[in-house]
């Protein structure tokens, strides 16, 4: 791999981790402008609701800083993933905030526990690139 592929490819790993990060600082500024003006009635979930974004966002930036490069499948997996545990979290926050519980709600954090073990598959299935540098047998 040559080195503007690597540099090509740690622009896109940080772009995506910006991306990211400014999300859950956008969900964060949410939850404390949301508890700011709640009267007193607020939910955990909302609160804590920017905290998968940031998880991405920061795996994104070590794997940038790393030698492993991800792949666009990965990425797409872990993108998935922080946007369904969001949600999920949103919509559990709005819901035990009106006083109601409801089954369906269950459903987002197993598909998004779902989504985090098949990013992790797809990280560890992907094989590292041969090292360029190593000298070839003859």
Excluded: W
Excluded at 42 to 61: D, E, H, I, K
């Amino acid at each position: 791999m040559f080195t503007s592929d690597i540099d090509a490819e740690r622009k896109r790993l940080l772009r995506h981790a910006a991306g990211c990060i400014c999300a859950s600082l956008f969900l964060a500024f949410f939850g404390a402008v949301y508890e700011h003006f709640s009267y007193g009635v607020y939910s955990n979930y909302m609160l804590y609701a920017f905290v998968p974004f940031l998880t991405a966002g920061l795996l994104l930036l070590f794997a940038a800083m790393g030698r492993r490069p991800l792949q666009p499948r990965t990425m797409f997996l872990l993108y998935t993933c922080a946007v369904t545990l969001t949600v999920g979290s949103i919509a559990a926050g709005i819901i035990r905030i009106t006083g109601r519980n409801n089954q369906l709600l269950l459903i987002y954090p197993v598909i998004g526990g779902v989504l985090a073990v098949l990013t992790l598959i797809s990280h560890l299935r992907t094989a590292p690139e041969p090292d360029d540098t190593a000298p070839a047998e003859q």
